[in-house]
Nanobody, 123 residues
Framework: QVQLVESGGGLVQPGGSLRLSCAAS????????MAWFRQAPGKEREFVAF????????YYADSVKGRFTISRDNSKNTADLQMNSLKPEDTAVYYC????????????????WGQGTQVTVSS
């Protein structure tokens, strides 16, 4: 049974940082593209970032480029999202996702999802 478990969310002031982590189990982690998406209240789920299986290719949404960094450790089956210079508009539930194919920005292309972790940016 595939499980993706996110952690690291919380409340942070504007300009602050958070690091989200996704722990994967029940899958051959190294063959999966890993991605992060987010969903704010009343909005559709949106793409944040992905990293290819070999870590050779990363891609970010324009809204987070230069502030967020995705990483993965295939030896530990984890994928992280370092978020710096956080803004109130970054407030959302953040989801980890895995896809056993080429990277994609589209949520429907992903096979497995975590339960999400809340990130709130507010003073």
């Amino acid at each position: 049974q595939v499980q993706l478990v996110e952690s690291g969310g919380g409340l942070v002031q504007p300009g602050g940082s958070l690091r989200l982590s996704c722990a994967a189990s029940g899958l051959l982690f190294e063959i999966y593209t890993m991605a992060w998406f987010r969903q704010a209240p009343g909005k559709e789920r949106e793409f944040v970032a992905f990293m290819s299986r070999s870590s050779s290719f990363t891609y970010y949404a324009d809204s987070v480029k230069g502030r967020f960094t995705i990483s993965r450790d295939n030896s530990k089956n984890t994928a992280d999202l370092q978020m710096n210079s956080l803004k109130p508009e970054d407030t959302a539930v953040y989801y980890c996702a895995a896809r056993s194919n080429a990277p994609s920005r589209f949520a429907n292309d992903y096979d497995h999802w975590g339960q999400g972790t809340q990130v709130t940016v507010s003073s």
